[in-house]
Nanobody
Framework: QVQLVESGGGLVQPGGSLRLSCAAR????????MAWYRRAPGKERDLVAN???????KYADSVRGRFTISRDNAKNTMYLQMNSLKPEDTAVYYC???????????WGQGTLVTVSS
């Protein structure tokens, strides 16, 4: 069973940058889709961006052009580079894996990002 461990969250000022990491313990298949979701205070969990086999598939409109999803296969780690952060980006960010061939959906524990002056 794959385990996902996020890191990199914290407090940052508006306009600043952060890079989140999601380390996968276990094998990731080329058909697996990995993603970042976020849950802002009082809101539902929403998709931020996803990636499959090193190719980004989708970005939320609210982050397109500011956030970049990527994956390092050698390190078995997915990243979310977040630039030009806004207070509305404040949320708990979750790493997610969907493996259609193994019929599993896996979530990380989440990492808090707070954008505030």
């Amino acid at each position: 069973q794959v385990q996902l461990v996020e890191s990199g969250g914290g407090l940052v000022q508006p306009g600043g940058s952060l890079r989140l990491s999601c380390a996968a313990r276990g094998s990731i298949l080329s058909s697996d889709i990995m993603a970042w979701y976020r849950r802002a205070p009082g809101k539902e969990r929403d998709l931020v961006a996803n990636i499959r086999n090193g190719v980004s598939l989708k970005y939320a409109d609210s982050v397109r052009g500011r956030f970049t999803i990527s994956r390092d296969n050698a390190k078995n780690t997915m990243y979310l580079q977040m630039n030009s952060l806004k207070p509305e980006d404040t949320a708990v960010y979750y790493c997610n894996l969907i493996s259609p061939s193994r019929n599993v959906i896996i979530w990380g524990q989440g990492t808090l990002v707070t954008v505030s002056s």
